[in-house]
C-alpha cells in the first residue's frame, strides 16, 4: 500500500514538472499574499505587485488584428483565491448584461479550476465580461443541479462594472478583472479547504475577444484535437506556497 502511495505521488509530481498524455503544461506557484487585498479592480496593492505573472497567453482561431496581450496573476489567503486580469485592448466591447447570459460573446476572460489532479474532469467555471455579468458552471460527476452554477461570496469587480453596454472607444487601451473566489466551493473535490502549502490543483486562465478583435487565448495550451476551453486534460498545473493557517 505504501509503494501504491509513493507511486502515486511520484506521478503527481512529475506531470507538475513538465507533461501529461503527450503535452507540456505549464505550471506556476500560487504565493501566499502578503496583505489585505480590496476588490476594485485596480490590482495595487503590494501583494499583486508581489506576485509573479503566469505567463504568456497562447492564441487560437483566425481573427483578424494584433494579438493582445493578457497580463494575469493568481494569489491565495486563508479564505479565498485571488486572480487579477490586466487585458491590453484597443476595442472593447461588453453587451451582455444578464446573470449567466451569454458573455464569451464579449470581451471576456475566464478561470476553469479543477481542485482535484485526480480527479480533473470535475471543474468549475467562473467568466466574467468587462462590463461585470458572470457564467458559472459546476462540471462535476456530483452535480445534479441546472446547467448554471451558483457560488458563495465571489466577489469581483472589473473596469466597467455596473455599465449597461461598452461600445468601442478611440480611448481603448485596457481593462481589468479582479476577484475572490472563497475556497468553500471546492470543499467537495479539494483535498483542502484552505489548501495546504504544497497542494497541487489543475486550472486554466482564458480570454475571448469582443466585436472587432475576436482571438481567443488560454495560459495552458490546448492539446489537439481539443478546440474548446471545456478541455480539462489541458488544464496547467498550480501549487499553493508559502505559510498556511
Not at 485596457?174 to 475572490?180: F, N
Amino acid at each position: 500500500m505504501k509503494r501504491r502511495a509513493l507511486a502515486g505521488a511520484i506521478t503527481i509530481i512529475g506531470l507538475f514538472l513538465g507533461r501529461a498524455a503527450g503535452q507540456e503544461l505549464p505550471r506556476y506557484e500560487i504565493r501566499r499574499a502578503s496583505g489585505p487585498i480590496t476588490i476594485d479592480a485596480r490590482l495595487d496593492e503590494p501583494a499583486w505587485r508581489e506576485a509573479p505573472l503566469v505567463g504568456e497567453f497562447h492564441f487560437y482561431g483566425d481573427a483578424e488584428g494584433p494579438r493582445e496581450r493578457t497580463a494575469a496573476r493568481l494569489l491565495w489567503d486563508d479564505e479565498n483565491l485571488y486572480v487579477g486580469y490586466y487585458c491590453h485592448d484597443r476595442h472593447i466591447s461588453a453587451y451582455v448584461a444578464e446573470r449567466h447570459g451569454p458573455v464569451s460573446k464579449d470581451d471576456c476572460v475566464e478561470i476553469f479550476i479543477s481542485p482535484n489532479p485526480e480527479k480533473v474532469a470535475n471543474y468549475y467555471t467562473f467568466e466574467i465580461n468587462a462590463i461585470g455579468a458572470m457564467l458559472n458552471r459546476c462540471k462535476t460527476d456530483w452535480w445534479t443541479g441546472p446547467p448554471t452554477w451558483e457560488p458563495e461570496g465571489v466577489r469581483y469587480r472589473t473596469t466597467f462594472y455596473g455599465l449597461p453596454k461598452k461600445d468601442e472607444s478611440p480611448d481603448d487601451d485596457h481593462w481589468v478583472v479582479e476577484m475572490a473566489i472563497p475556497f468553500r466551493n471546492f470543499s467537495r473535490d479539494a483535498a483542502h479547504t484552505p489548501p495546504r502549502p504544497g497542494d497541487l490543483w489543475r486550472l486554466n486562465l482564458n480570454r475571448t475577444g469582443g466585436m472587432t478583435n475576436r482571438w481567443s487565448s488560454t495560459w495552458s495550451p490546448l492539446a489537439p484535437p481539443a478546440d474548446t476551453f471545456h478541455s480539462p486534460e489541458s488544464f496547467g498545473w498550480v501549487q499553493f506556497t508559502g505559510g498556511g493557517r
